[in-house]
């Protein structure tokens, strides 16, 4: 069953202005947050167990305590560079309801002290920017941004800042590069960017989710919030359904939810005639699960990653049995080919590498040895970079390869694809 | 002060000390292409990996600071089985060139390959096309197939002389070290990208082609371009200097030297060289061995004891300024001028390396002169008419003293002028006794920098065998036996 904590009022066109918002009880919960203590915000924040919901999955609460006491300014940017392939929750929160975003935004600023913070949003969501921008103005003029917000003393700043279209700047030191004017590479770790992030001060980059999901916290006590999920995922989430499936869309869930009913309830089942194949469960990223895993997996943190995957942006693309798994791993690798930053030897040339071995392969020009040889190129990119962009591309790869070797056998024997009908394999033949 | 363990080995390292630091320190092997000691960490090439006791996951060596306890090492299997695909990973796109390409035979992809090399070509598709003889400026070319994007060039111009004409270009596999729209790379540190490249990416538009760097000999000596004294590196052969690299020293010029001290082999070569003495008498040229020039000198200077005197530039060695004081002090002589190229500029600094006393050796000589209680004149105050002998110990660097030809045309008026010189040069022919000398890569002894520091230069080979040091002028004009030492371009003694 779904549940709407944050997607509660999505449905109704007046909660996008701030009127509107305001009338659905908007803004009242930064009121609460501005009579706490700062640090009673990040504790209730860290109590309520809330996780990134960006993709890594890191303890928000946690990332928020790694801020150095320096005096230093410190930065809280926002990411919402949804860059995953199949992720469109974050663009869908900013179109709908981006003052709960930017209250969100407000709240965990004061939670961390911060005076300025920025929305690094992906060059592509020109109607998101533009909502965001005008709901900031919004918010400027009714006092909840700006200097001493509803007489409280605390001040911040919010501005939104347009990425150009890199996947890479989604990666918060990619990101932090990008909003410093350089080009969009991510940077080494340590030091992280809580020490020194955004102009080489302390800085704290969450999603989009995240930050929304701080206002339902602190507007209902770590202990409701809890109430929903598992008892290690707590809360709710928002999963971007789509691929092979009747009714492809935003779904909110309380985390532990069986993807198989998410798969047949909330998204309406496969299409006529039609057998489940794989699922991706968290962005193309994520280690795809055969049929079978899907059936038994729920949606949590633990309960995937025990299943040797991730819930990742929670992008879940449903994979029936009309599409070829390796036309399927070409489309993908030939994305993080694409855009690989460049700097790290491994990934630079080890996406491309891939990438040129499977177009060999789609191609009828593949070897008998390709097979084991992407696996080997994969596993030798695994955790030997700067950032997770050759993770990002070796994790579909091993799993493509492992889960589904029948058919890249199939493909390099016969020079074709094993599926009937797949759309790749007739383009080329 | 944390303690390590680096394959083994202990060692106490200051703290903030990284791991490949206390590998290098240690004196183990460790592979690296974007590290350089004198440049930012990058942390991409991610060569150096190693295995930190205690951590799943391999490390890079360039980036991970050594903690108290901490046990590293790169002899571990699962490390050389990274190592060893990183590098194919950086060979797959390499268009494997090493027959025509100038890096052979000091290039870290072919040294690496040696060490982990997988003997097969793992990758069967094609290979990314990128530019190639890319002209980047005046002095280096760029191959971007060869180059393996270490950032090292990159960030030298942005961190050493903060001009920031390169910078990567595109992204991927497409990527390409270049430069700005008619900015090209050109400023006087230019060929030390050259050297920090560790493929045949950059090459130096001087030495390209020149010669295969396996038939070069090499010795350490210092720059005598300017007064900071560089330590460097002399490449040659039989036939003559090819190059010269900067050398580490931490208190004189780091890791780095600049473009005008690169060209301090040029003068050196036969081409170029004064190779016997010549006397000058009403239009005619008169070739003498130096030695025999160097006494019928003497002769003559005993003659004019009263009226001679010798004219210093700061380009010899503190050992023949010695010398050669003794000697004239013997003789009798008094006058005793210092000769500067543009006095004006003489304080002047680029801010890295270059000075504007474009002399090795100008606080020698005056430490020297001073020992031997000699007041050195400015050689501006000089009237040949007063003297009617000159004795003038020329610059080895012709092209620094602007005022050369002037002064030569002003001291022939005195009635005997003996230029002591290096180089051939029509401009001396004014000069009445024109005696060869040798150059700093023929010669032992000490340059004293500005700072004050002393150090050695050595005599690396022979070019021109009779030609003197100022000590053995010194010996000669006294009509005493000189015992020229003579080295084979091709070592040792002839």
Redesign the interface.
Known sequence: MEVKLLTEHYDKDEFQGISGYKKLGGYEVLKKALKMKPEEIVAEVKAAGLRGRGGAGFPTGMKWTFLPNNGQPRYLLCNADEGEPCTFKDRMMMERAPHQMIEGMIISAYGIQSKKSYVYIRGEYTYAARVLENAIKEAYQAGYLGENILGSGFTHHLDVYRGAGAYICGEETGMISSLEGKKGQPKLKPPFPAVSGYLEKPTIVNNVETLAAVKYIIRDGAAAYKKHGTEKSPGTKLFSLSGDIRKPGNYEVPLGYPLKDLINNEGGGLKQGRSLKAVIPGGTSAPVLTAEEAMKATMDYECLAQMGTMLGSGAITVIDDSRCMVDLLGVILHFYHHESCGQCTPCREGTGWIDKVLNSIIHGRGRQQDVDLLDQVAKNMMGRTICALADAAALPTISFVNKFRDEFEYYIREGRSKVKGSSYAEMHH | MPKCTINGKQIEVAEGTTVIEAFMKLEQNIAHYCWHPGLS??????MC?VKVEGNP??QIAC?TKVTEGMVASNEDAKVKE?VE??LG??L??HPLDCPICDQAGECGLQEYYMTYGKYDP?????K?KKKKVVDLGPTVVLDSERC??C?RCVRFTSEVTKTNELS?F??????EVGVYQERPLNNNYSYNVVDICPVGALTSKDFRFKQRVWYLKDFNTICNGCSTGCNVKAYYNENGFYRIKPVYNKEVNGHWMCDTGRDMYKFVNLEKRQTSAVKNVNGTSEEYSPIQATREIGVLLRKNVNEAAAVLTGQYTSEEYASFFATMKDFGIKDFYHWVNNPEKMEEFDGLLLRGDRNPNTAGLRAEAKKANINLRNAKDLDPKKHTLIIVAGPEVQAFYPDLQKSVDAWSKSQTLVWLSSCKNPVLFAAHWIVPMKSFVEKNGTFVNYKGIEQKIKKGTTIVGEALSLDEFAIAIKGERVDVEYTSPLGGLA
């Open positions: 960490v990058a942390g991409v090439c991610r990996m996951k391999l980036n990274a695909w990183i990973f950086h797959i796109n793992a990758m069967a598709e094609k990314v393996i994007l950032d990567i595109n992204r991927g596999d497409h990527a």
